[in-house]
T-cell receptor, first 112, second 114 residues
Framework: EAGVTQSPTHLIKTRGQQATLRCSPI?????VYWYQQALGLGLQFLLW???????NRGNFPPRFSGRQFPNYSSELNVNALELEDSALYLC???????????FGQGTRLTVV | AQSVTQLDSQVPVFEEAPVELRCNYS??????LFWYVQYPNQGLQLLLK??????LVKGINGFEAEFNKSQTSFHLRKPSVHISDTAEYFC????????????FGAGTILRVKS
């Protein structure tokens, strides 16, 4: 069974540009979570999507947004990139209910 | 609000020695607790979880953890470590209110020396 897959693995963007990160959850999982792991800031919750709806977001500005598609895959969009957006972005998926989340390998975003 | 404190930022230990990575949490409601491991330039892998039931939880790679409600702790232990256990370990808590949204500790780097 395939795990959570994220693409691309690495992404280099210029300040002010937009970045799009993609995530495919484990088959049968309806929830997708996005986390940012920035140097010195630890793992911070960004967004939660379930059944196509945004259910919760963390303390991030509106230029961080995303969506979930009917097949439960998800996109994270970061507009007007800033240098401090450089980080590892991790996607996780889980089935409905109170169980564990499974993580992908992450997308390393570098803003120059 | 929930929070997680990992008391040690780095733990050096010799191969085949026992190790304990400490985790304390703060929450006003019932919680679910997790330990994840992250190898360099990789994502997070679930080591073990406490959802309910027995307070002693066994996970993969010989790790175990004990949920102590009175101490609000969930320390991770392994009786004999290997070089391959060198990695960063994260304790995380969820209250289930927002699905499986996790609040993470700052992480503990385990360095196993030969």
């Amino acid at each position: 069974e395939a795990g959570v897959t994220q693409s691309p693995t690495h992404l280099i963007k210029t300040r002010g540009q937009q970045a799009t990160l993609r995530c495919s959850p484990i088959s049968g999982h309806t929830s997708v979570y996005w986390y940012q792991q920035a140097l010195g800031l630890g793992l911070q919750f960004l967004l939660w999507y379930d059944e196509g709806e945004e259910r919760n977001r963390g303390n991030f500005p509106p230029r961080f947004s995303g969506r979930q598609f009917p097949n439960y895959s998800s996109e994270l969009n970061v507009n007007a990139l800033e240098l401090e957006d450089s980080a590892l972005y991790l996607c996780a998926s889980s089935p409905g209910g109170k169980t564990e989340a499974f993580f992908g390998q992450g997308t390393r975003l570098t803003v120059v | 609000a929930q929070s997680v404190t990992q008391l040690d930022s780095q733990v050096p230990v010799f191969e085949e020695a026992p190790v304990e990575l400490r985790c304390n949490y703060s929450s006003s409601v019932s919680v679910y607790l997790f330990w994840y491991v992250q190898y360099p330039n990789q994502g997070l892998q679930l080591l073990l979880k406490y959802l309910s039931g027995s307070t002693l939880v066994k996970g993969i790679n010989g790790f175990e953890a004990e949920f102590n409600k009175s101490q609000t702790s969930f320390h991770l232990r392994k009786p004999s470590v290997h070089i391959s256990d060198t990695a960063e370990y994260f304790c995380a808590v969820s209250d289930g209110e927002y699905g499986n949204k996790l609040v993470f500790g700052a992480g503990t780097i385990l360095r196993v020396k030969s």
